[in-house]
């Protein structure tokens, strides 16, 4: 069974830095895109990065300059690494990525991992 299984959550003090990971395991597959979202209590679900297949990337505005999205395609893992910590990133943070499985393409989501920044 495909899964997304996520690490490296936490609680980090204002200006502090996690790194999140998330692998996909479970079956036969390829990866195209994969991505970072996060949601708040009372909020929607938002896109924080995304990743294409060949490195390319793109970033909420509100994140660019200090969060970091990267992959290990030899290992079906992303990472988003970020610094500078506001308490407005707290948040539950969840992986996605596009698998391609027996030539379909599927969307598959983290469990979530909680981001606490506080003091």
């Known amino acids: 069974q495909v899964q997304l299984v996520e690490s490296g959550g936490g609680l980090v003090q204002p200006g502090g830095s996690l790194r999140l990971s998330c692998a996909a395991s479970?079956?036969?597959?390829?990866?195209?895109?994969m991505a970072w979202y996060r949601q708040a209590p009372g909020k929607q679900r938002e896109l924080v990065a995304r990743i294409t297949s060949g490195g390319s990337t793109n970033y909420a505005d509100i994140v660019k300059g200090r969060f970091t999205i990267s992959r290990d395609n030899a290992k079906n893992t992303e990472y988003l690494q970020m610094t500078s910590l506001k308490a407005e990133d707290t948040a539950v943070y969840y992986c996605?990525?596009?698998?391609?499985?027996?030539?379909?393409?599927?969307?598959?989501w983290g469990q979530g991992t909680q981001v606490t920044v506080s003091s």
């Open positions: 479970g079956g036969v597959f390829s990866i195209n895109d």
């Open positions: 996605y990525a596009d698998l391609i499985i027996r030539s379909r393409q599927y969307g598959y």
